[in-house]
């Protein structure tokens, strides 16, 4: 009889069950998760966990669903700070009269790192590990993300008109290149070109994001047939739906993510996915403001990647991908007119590995799977809300809300602790945001 080699690791993490991603559709029982550094070193049973490895730690979740921690692909992080500033408005009435005055008048360094870090807060406590966002002054909410220790894709704006950031689409360019150099071999952050939608940039910039993407492998982030009246009014000016005007440029492709897509003939399904673009569905925004709804069961039955986001908290108006996930499963299935549309697994793939896909990251995140980096969560099944556990799949897209995350660990290292935030001094936080509640209230009374 030989004895197993025992190996030294950093963390285990017992599992009462455990939701790996890969293979797909599975709920394994009694699972460890071995931490090495910032790696998932073995996923295994616990028995065999006990033969193999000695860690100087061990966390015991007994009444836990331990799973890759979730990847909401589409936001604006800093809008969080005008959460609940305007509601119940057309996408262009609340962009227009609202939420563009707003940030010309508030929009810089301070409120994006304050902004920032609210939204990771939020993402934080309710399972979020990766973010993506497109917003203004992105090297503020890189080194925002960086020092919490959150991962990222940071996408820099691309408009034809000038904005805080920049006085136009040369200086946009210009910075974002040097924004891309700068955090490019970096783990936590994925710097990215977004321009912000066909109708606010002209075909020359979005040949030159082409080209850049192109040069430096930096994934592309559009907004993309959000609205009927954005293909109707495009239609209407180019003879071209919007799809079709960015085949045309070049920009769809395997590092193209279109975010909304809630209009989709048949060209369009066709042209998204010959060309390996991803979707990036966030059914939330596109339900409050009227906007229209994503066919996702149709899209992934073509063969398109569709992951999820929540879109900025100003037009949600939360950052919880465990609401997301239900609404979308909800509406998928309404939408295809098949309850069996975007089951609880799929849901779940939606949140996770199509996301790192999305990102250009699916060879390390996404999944737990030994070797990839160590970005894991675990939900709290104990409540009477989540009784009796028959499957804890169902559970986590159908009944849970995101408060239910009781841990998370992004490289290894905990974030969320029994439902605290390690990372993210709260109190403080909150007495920064009620400052810029108030100068936001006494501008709005004016
Ligand atoms: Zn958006």
């Known amino acids: 009889m030989t004895a197993d080699t025992i190996t030294a690791a950093d963390i285990r993490i017992n599992a009462r069950w455990l939701i790996p991603v890969e293979p797909e559709a599975v709920v394994l029982e009694h699972q460890a998760v071995i931490i090495q550094g910032d790696r998932i070193a073995a996923v295994v049973s616990q028995a065999e966990a006990d033969r193999r490895f000695r860690t100087r730690e061990t966390i015991d979740l007994a009444h836990h669903a331990v799973l890759p921690g979730l990847i909401n692909v589409h936001g604006h992080a800093a809008m969080s700070l005008f959460r609940g500033l305007a509601d119940d408005l057309p996408l262009m009435t609340w962009l227009n009269d609202h939420i563009w005055p707003a940030e010309g008048a508030f929009v810089d360094e301070a409120f994006i790192a304050d902004g920032t870090q609210l939204a990771m807060a939020e993402m934080l406590r309710t399972g979020t590990t990766t973010f993506s966002d497109m917003y203004f002054f992105p090297e503020i909410a890189a080194q925002a993300a960086h020092d919490v220790g959150m991962r990222a894709q940071i996408s820099f704006p691309l408009l034809d008109f000038p904005t805080a950031w920049g006085s136009g689409p040369e200086e946009y360019l210009s910075k974002g290149a040097a924004f891309i150099e700068q955090w490019q071999d970096n783990t936590y952050i994925t710097p990215a070109i977004g321009p912000h939608a066909p109708y606010t940039v002209s075909d020359e910039p979005l040949t030159q994001a082409v080209e850049l993407s192109a040069a430096t492998g930096a994934p592309i982030q559009i907004h993309l047939h959000e609205t009927q009246f954005e293909v109707v009014d495009a239609t209407g000016k180019n003879g071209q739906r919007p799809v079709a ?3 045309g440029l070049g920009l769809l492709g395997p590092n193209t993510q279109c975010v909304h897509m809630t209009q989709v003939n048949d060209e369009d399904l066709r042209a998204v996915a010959d060309s390996g673009a991803h979707v990036i569905h966030c059914p939330e925004s596109n339900l409050k403001l009227a906007s229209g709804l994503c066919p996702v069961q149709r899209l992934a039955d073509a063969g398109v990647n569709v992951a999820i986001g929540t879109d900025g908290a100003a037009s949600n108006n939360d950052l919880d991908l465990f609401g997301e996930l239900r609404t979308a499963a909800m509406i998928a299935k309404v939408v295809a007119g ?23 990251r699916d060879h390390e995140l996404g ?6 980096l160590a970005d894991i969560i675990a939900v709290d099944l104990s409540d009477p809300f989540l009784q009796p556990v028959y499957d804890p799949a169902s559970h986590l897209v159908y009944s ?27 109190a403080d936080l909150m007495l920064r945001v009620d400052s810029w509640k108030q100068r936001i209230r006494k501008q709005q009374a004016q």
């Open 400 to 426: 849970n809300h995101g408060r239910a995350v009781s841990h998370s660990w992004i490289n290894g290292v905990p974030q969320l602790q029994d439902g605290k935030l390690t990372r993210i001094d709260v």
């Open 338 to 360: 098949d309850a069996s549309a975007l089951s609880a697994h799929q849901a779940l793939a939606m949140a996770t590995l199509n996301g790192a896909k999305a990102i250009g």
């Open 245 to 247: 005007r960015m085949a």
């Open 367 to 372: 999944s737990l799977v030994a070797g990839k």
